[in-house]
Structure formats: structure tokens, C-alpha cells
Nanobody
Framework: QVQLVESGGGLVQAGGSLRLACTASQNIEGIGVMGWYRQAPGKQRELVAHISNLGSINYIPSVKGRFTISRDNAKNMVYLQMNNLKPADTAVYFC??????WGPGTQVTVTS
């Protein structure tokens, strides 16, 4: 089974940017959907964005226009470019494969 590891989290001021990366342990070309989720303290984990292996993309309304998800099947990587970050984006961000496999997460903290 594929294993996922996130990187790229950190501390940033509001209005700043971060690029998260998800490294898969094996080829992801056959994985139908890769996604990014997040979980803020005291809240349920929520979907942020997902991308299919055919390139179909969906975002939740609160990040649309600020975040961009992409995948590089040749490198077994999935990315989340996050621009114009807001304090409300503070959370642990998780990579997900086919709604079933999770990475350990990476912390994103946005200060005002």
C-alpha cells in the first residue's frame, strides 16, 4: 500500500504563501483521486481540495482563488500552493489517496 509524507508546513504571516508537498512511496498514476485535507484544533477534518488522475479539480469555497492543487505522477508528488494565507487557514494539513490512505500531516500556522 502506498505511504504518504507531507512537507512544507510552517509559520507564516497573514497574506503570505506556503507550498505543501506530498511524497508518495510508489507510483500514483493509478491512484484515482489525491487530496489535501486539514484539521484545525477542536474541529473536524475537512477536505480542502482534490485532484483526479484525469485532472479534474475541486476546492472548498473558502480556499478557491487562493490555493492551487497539482499532481506530478512522474515524480509521485502532489502539491498544494497556498497564497494569501489567513489565520483561519491554521491547521494540520494531510495528504490523502483515494479517500483511504493518509499521511501524518504537516502543521501550518498563520499569524495575524
Amino acid at each position: 500500500q502506498v505511504q504518504l509524507v507531507e512537507s512544507g508546513g510552517g509559520l507564516v504571516q497573514a497574506g503570505g504563501s506556503l507550498r505543501l508537498a506530498c511524497t508518495a512511496s510508489q507510483n500514483i498514476e493509478g491512484i484515482g483521486v489525491m487530496g489535501w485535507y486539514r484539521q484545525a484544533p477542536g474541529k473536524q477534518r475537512e477536505l480542502v481540495a482534490h485532484i483526479s488522475n484525469l485532472g479534474s479539480i475541486n476546492y472548498i469555497p473558502s480556499v478557491k482563488g487562493r490555493f492551487t492543487i497539482s499532481r506530478d505522477n512522474a515524480k509521485n508528488m502532489v502539491y498544494l500552493q497556498m497564497n494569501n494565507l489567513k489565520p483561519a487557514d491554521t491547521a494540520v494539513y494531510f495528504c490523502n489517496a483515494n479517500w483511504a490512505i493518509w499521511g501524518p500531516g504537516t502543521q501550518v500556522t498563520v499569524t495575524s
